[in-house]
């Protein structure tokens, strides 16, 4: 199951989808290398770290605290491209 509810996650997130599935359907989840995201960054500039710590649900903030999980990094931000490095 995959979900973008960030309520439960301990402040881990998982990936990016590659596609937007309907229930029960399969779809790639990506965790490390360059990719482009839907939802722009909640704020942020090229180069910060991003964590899912304090970010709504199906996006990334930038990490306030050393103890963040970074899960991310913002590699140009206004277009919405990051560098994931997803725990696995």
């Given amino acids: 199951m995959v979900t ?7 402040g ?3 990936g990016v989808l590659q596609s937007a ?8 989840i990506q965790i490390k290398g360059p990719a482009t ?5 909640t704020a942020g500039a ?3 770290a991003l964590t899912a710590v304090g970010a709504t649900d199906g996006t990334l903030d930038v990490s306030a605290l050393v103890t963040d999980a970074i899960v991310a990094y913002a590699v140009d ?7 994931c490095d997803f725990p696995f």
């Fill in 12 to 14: 881990l997130g998982a």
């Fill in 4 to 10: 973008s509810d960030l309520s439960d996650s301990a």
């Fill in 21 to 28: 599935p309907a229930d029960g359907e399969y779809c790639w």
């Fill in 37 to 41: 995201i839907t939802p722009a960054l």
């Fill in 77 to 83: 931000a206004s277009a919405k491209i990051i560098m």
């Fill in 46 to 48: 090229d180069g910060n």
